[in-house]
Antibody, heavy 118, light 106 residues
Framework: EVQLVQSGAEVKKPGESLKISCKAS????????IGWVRQMPGKGLEWMGI????????RYNPSFQGQVTISSDKSITTAYLQWSSLKASDTAIYFC???????????WGQGTLVTVSS | DIQMTQSPASLSASVGDRVTITCQAS??????LNWYQQKPGKAPNLLIY???NLETGVPSRFSGSGSGTDFTFTISSLQPEDIATYYC????????FGPGTKVDIK
């Protein structure tokens, strides 16, 4: 069974750094892209970026370029999303999801709630 | 970049009703259009890919059609378990999600 399991909820202060993870299993991790999607409280879905773990080729939504860093470690079949300096506006649920040919996202991780508050 | 719009933003219908949601792209995206269902507190779930192809395991009451800039998603007979927000998503140029349509029971 293909599964993406994300790290747990985080509560951080503005200015702090954070790295959340997405552990993949049940398929060849290096043959599929992994994407990250943001959902702010009560809002819709926003695509942030994707990474191809085999060669770390990464594409960002221009709205998120420079704001976050997407990476992966194929030795442990895990993708990451990180911030160097969080803002209150980063409060959201973050989903990872697999995409085969930069087309549709399936399946999805369960989501990681990030709360940034002083 | 490609913008996606959906209408209506929300709707309320009775069990057994036919429900239709439209999605419009700001430019021609051929059939590079997918539909997702997101139930409250859950991750989105792929229902339709390439505008009209039903994902494996998805009930046949769900369907999609369209190409170019105009697309339609239909639930032929609304069921209580269909209460959710539905999103379209294009992949002609990377990805863009529509704003979503919230469906509930009247």
């Amino acid at each position: 069974e293909v599964q993406l399991v994300q790290s747990g909820a985080e509560v951080k202060k503005p200015g702090e750094s954070l790295k959340i993870s997405c552990k993949a299993s049940g398929y060849n991790f290096t043959n599929y892209w992994i994407g990250w999607v943001r959902q702010m409280p009560g809002k819709g879905l926003e695509w942030m970026g994707i990474i191809y773990p085999d060669d770390s080729d990464t594409r960002y939504n221009p709205s998120f370029q420079g704001q976050v860093t997407i990476s992966s470690d194929k030795s442990i079949t895990t993708a990451y999303l990180q911030w160097s300096s969080l803002k209150a506006s980063d409060t959201a649920i973050y989903f990872c999801a697999r995409t085969g040919s930069v087309d549709w996202f399936d399946p999805w991780g369960q989501g990681t709630l990030v709360t940034v508050s002083s | 970049d490609i913008q996606m719009t959906q209408s209506p933003a929300s709707l309320s219908a009775s069990v057994g009703d036919r429900v239709t949601i439209t999605c419009q792209a700001s430019q021609d995206i051929s059939n590079y259009l997918n539909w997702y269902q997101q139930k409250p507190g859950k991750a989105p779930n792929l229902l339709i890919y390439d505008a009209s192809n039903l994902e494996t395991g998805v009930p046949s009451r769900f369907s999609g059609s369209g190409s170019g800039t105009d697309f339609t998603f239909t639930i032929s007979s609304l069921q209580p378990e269909d209460i959710a927000t539905y999103y379209c998503q294009q992949y002609d140029n990377l990805f863009t999600f529509g704003p979503g349509t919230k469906v509930d029971i009247k």
